[in-house]
T-cell receptor, first 111, second 111 residues
């Protein structure tokens, strides 16, 4: 079974803090993704990566950055957390042109 | 027009009934289609890929109608455990790596 593991299920951070969300997959997948999900809006792509050290902006990259130093790990960084970044964050991985598998999600609250 | 549209529901259906919902997509060149299931406060999980010829997995049947640009999901003999939100996903022709997600259709199976 594919396993995608996110470092935290729940996180509470203060406005202005730098926040790191970590994601690790164990299936040697080339593609990794970070999404956020808000009620009524569906999943929105923040960033994706198709190889080590490669990254592409998704639909809503503002306020975020990513890092992929190793194939199995894809990190999402909120440079200066704001209340409008309160959301469910979902990491996913997939082989090329295949359906992604998701981690359990991180529910981030910025206060 | 949104690229992928779903009726948000909720669909309230008695246990044992058959229920179907559709998902329309705007790009006629799209090639990959998937249905995911998402339980409340959990991550999306792949339910089925959708093939041109249609495909069936137990009580679930997925169909693709290219002429009218929609995919459908049919659930027969519905169970209480089928209660979830069903997400439709279509690949983006702007990028080989990106998928376009519908906002989901909520299904509630009542005893």
């Amino acid at each position: 079974d594919v396993k995608v593991t996110q470092s935290s299920r729940y996180l509470v951070k203060r406005t202005g803090e730098k926040v790191f969300l970590e994601c690790v997959q164990d299936m040697d997948h080339e593609n990794m993704f970070w999404y956020r999900q808000d009620p009524g809006l569906g999943l929105r792509l923040i960033y994706f990566s198709y190889d080590v050290k490669m990254k592409e902006k998704g639909d809503i990259p503002e306020g975020y950055s990513v890092s992929r130093e190793k194939k199995e790990r894809f990190s999402l960084i909120l440079e200066s957390a704001s209340t409008n970044q309160t959301s469910m964050y979902l990491c996913a991985s997939s082989p090329p042109d295949r359906a992604p598998f998701f981690g359990q999600g991180t529910r981030l609250t910025v206060v | 027009r949104k690229e992928v549209e779903q009726d948000p529901g909720p669909f309230n259906v008695p246990e044992g009934a058959t229920v179907a919902f559709n998902c329309t997509y705007s790009n006629s060149a799209s090639q990959s289609f998937f249905w995911y299931r998402q339980d409340c406060r959990k991550e999306p999980k792949l339910l089925m890929s959708v093939y041109s010829s249609g495909n069936e997995d137990g009580r679930f049947t997925a169909q693709l109608n290219r002429a009218s640009q929609y995919i459908s999901l049919l659930i027969r003999d519905s169970k209480l455990s089928d209660s979830a939100t069903y997400l439709c996903v279509v690949n983006s022709m702007d990028s080989n790596y990106q998928l376009i997600w519908g906002a989901g259709t909520k299904l509630i199976i009542k005893p």
